[in-house]
């Protein structure tokens, strides 16, 4: 089945600059990649995601991109804020006809932005 | 976007006890739910993946006796966590696709249901 690995666990980072956390997973078959952000106590929150048919997606400060050949994706935060703090997921899942969407997530990375 | 409300946000009992999680999607239907559990500082393991009007199916190492699911609706699953005991606390999650199954739809989210078990 599949096997998501991401990386850094934690990562601290001064509030203006960039955070970068990476994923890779293990079956080349999969083909929807969407990264979550969870605040403590609460459910986890969509933020951005990508299908296999593109490279890269921006959504104003945050964009994701993906390497179907190395399989891996990479989520980056520019301009961080104290307020995107919080535990970030990556997920890959197989989508279409005939199959469950089911998501397998990574370890997950707790970021610090300092003010 | 759509909204997947939980219910109880957290719930505190006995053990031997049984108690009921909810999973409905207010305003879409989802004809597939999953649940997840999360431990502190841990990532979410997927349970089981529930489809309405069939049986669910769990992942390996889960044990289906114990974690009774029903999707008895397109808006509604529930969670049982039968002859509950302290090593059951955890935090329980599910999602929900709207479409058909497998469909290229987002997951959304419930809030989670924060159990323990004294």
């Known amino acids: 089945g599949e096997n998501v690995e991401q990386h850094p666990s934690t990562l601290s980072v001064q509030e203006g600059d960039s955070a970068v956390i990476k994923c890779t997973y293990s079956d080349s078959a999969s083909n929807y990649f969407p990264w979550y952000k969870q605040e403590l106590g609460k459910g986890p929150q969509l933020i951005i995601d990508?299908?296999?048919?593109?490279g890269e997606k921006k959504d104003q400060r945050i964009a994701v991109t993906l390497n179907k050949t190395a399989k891996h994706f990479s989520l980056h935060i520019t301009e961080t804020q104290p307020e995107d703090s919080a535990v970030y997921f990556c997920?890959?899942?197989?989508?279409?006809?005939?199959?469950?969407?089911?998501?397998?997530f990574g370890q997950g990375t707790t970021l610090q932005v300092k003010p | 976007g759509a909204v997947v409300s939980q219910h109880p946000s957290w719930v505190i009992c006995k053990s031997g006890t049984s108690v009921k999680i909810e999973c409905r999607s207010l305003d879409f239907q989802a004809t597939t739910m999953f649940w997840y559990r999360q431990f502190p500082k841990q990532s979410l393991m997927l349970m089981a993946t529930?489809?309405?009007?069939?049986?669910?199916?769990?992942e390996q190492g889960v044990e289906k006796d114990k974690f009774l699911i029903n999707h008895a609706s397109l808006t509604l699953s529930t969670l049982t966590v039968t002859s509950a005991h302290p090593e059951d606390s955890s935090f329980y999650i599910c999602?929900?696709?709207?479409?058909?199954?497998?469909?290229?739809?987002?997951?959304?989210f419930g809030q989670g249901t924060r159990l323990t078990v004294v």
């Open positions: 990508i299908r296999s048919n593109v």
């Open positions: 999602s929900a696709t709207r479409g058909g199954r497998g469909r290229n739809t987002e997951a959304f």
């Open positions: 997920a890959a899942s197989l989508r279409g006809s005939g199959n469950t969407g089911k998501l397998i």
């Open positions: 529930s489809n309405e009007g069939s049986k669910a199916t769990y």
